[in-house]
């Protein structure tokens, strides 16, 4: 599902180069839920970044599917990154103009579904979320667990081949961060949807199927 080979990864500025990730290789099977466990600095984001196709390596093939996205020129990246790419936000990042059905059927609005289909999948999703009663309430309206449980509900309505997650309980206290999980657990289950969830809490990433620890930019 997730394929990783030989990824290296500088930023470069006026002055300098810095690497920050060093030929990284790994594989994610369909249906996995893995975390990727790191201190601050050691590189998660911009591995998660990498692997989601926000930017491109400096070295390295990035399979999703069948397809490298590395090689994709960036219109053809943000398609499929529409299509078949699911990300959730620390901060959730919903339109606060649109209302929380609205929010989780944008990532269609792309797609050739009717109107009518695309509500009926948001609200699935949302019931699957346990929020269906707030389906036309805006975004402010909810607390923070509530709306990263939306962002997950948008994450899903595409159908994507794999859900990139950076620190999604990162904003939360602990009682909510362990139903944002059991959430994300269950849609792990019900619908074998893959994940690769960003955390630098031990605690948390002990409570996914596998862990995947960077350091200094090198996976251990
Ligand atoms: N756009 C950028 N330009 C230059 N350096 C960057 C850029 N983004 C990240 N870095 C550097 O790359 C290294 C890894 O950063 P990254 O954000 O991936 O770490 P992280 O493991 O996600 O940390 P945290 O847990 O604090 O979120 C850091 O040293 C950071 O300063
Ligand atoms: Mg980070």
């Given at each position: 599902?997730?394929?990783?080979?030989?990824?290296?990864?500088?930023?470069?500025?006026?002055?300098?180069?810095?690497?920050?990730?060093?030929?990284?290789?790994?594989?994610?099977?369909?249906?996995?839920?893995?975390?990727?466990?790191?201190?601050?600095?050691?590189?998660?984001?911009?591995l998660?970044?990498?692997?989601?196709?926000?930017?491109?390596?400096?070295?390295g093939?990035v399979?999703?599917?069948?397809?490298?996205?590395?090689?994709?020129?960036?219109?053809?990246?943000?398609?499929?990154?529409?299509?078949?790419?699911?990300f959730?936000?620390?901060?959730?990042?919903?339109?606060?103009?649109?209302?929380?059905?609205?929010?989780?059927?944008?990532?269609?609005?792309?797609?050739?579904?009717s109107?009518?289909?695309?509500?009926?999948?948001?609200?699935?999703?949302?019931?699957?979320?346990?929020?269906a009663?707030?389906?036309?309430?805006?975004?402010?309206m909810?607390s923070?667990?509530?709306?990263q449980?939306?962002?997950?509900?948008?994450?899903?309505?595409?159908e994507?081949?794999?859900?990139?997650?950076?620190?999604?309980?990162?904003?939360?206290?602990?009682?909510?961060?362990?139903?944002i999980?059991?959430?994300?657990?269950?849609l792990?289950?019900?619908?074998?949807?893959?994940?690769?969830i960003?955390?630098?809490?031990?605690?948390?990433?002990?409570?996914?199927?596998?862990?995947?620890?960077?350091?200094?930019?090198?996976?251990?």
């Amino acid at each position: 599902m997730l394929r990783v080979e030989q990824l290296s990864h500088s930023f470069r500025n006026a002055q300098e180069t810095v690497q920050v990730l060093y030929d990284i290789n790994l594989v994610v099977e369909k249906g996995e839920m893995v975390a990727l466990l790191g201190s601050s600095g050691s590189g998660k984001s911009t591995l998660l970044n990498l692997m989601a196709g926000f930017m491109k390596p400096s070295t390295g093939r990035v399979y999703i599917g069948e397809k490298d996205i590395v090689t994709l020129n960036e219109n053809r990246l943000a398609e499929y990154r529409r299509r078949h790419i699911g990300f959730i936000f620390q901060s959730y990042e919903l339109i606060p103009s649109l209302t929380v059905r609205e929010n989780v059927e944008l990532p269609l609005v792309f797609h050739t579904e009717s109107p009518s289909k695309r509500k009926k999948k948001a609200m699935l999703l949302l019931e699957q979320v346990g929020l269906a009663e707030k389906a036309d309430m805006f975004p402010s309206m909810l607390s923070g667990g509530q709306q990263q449980r939306v962002s997950i509900a948008r994450s899903l309505i595409t159908e994507p081949y794999v859900i990139f997650a950076d620190e999604p309980t990162g904003n939360l206290d602990t009682r909510t961060e362990q139903e944002i999980l059991a959430i994300l657990q269950q849609l792990n289950l019900d619908l074998h949807t893959t994940f690769v969830i960003v955390t630098h809490e031990t605690e948390v990433a002990e409570q996914m199927g596998r862990i995947i620890t960077l350091k200094d930019g090198h996976l251990a």
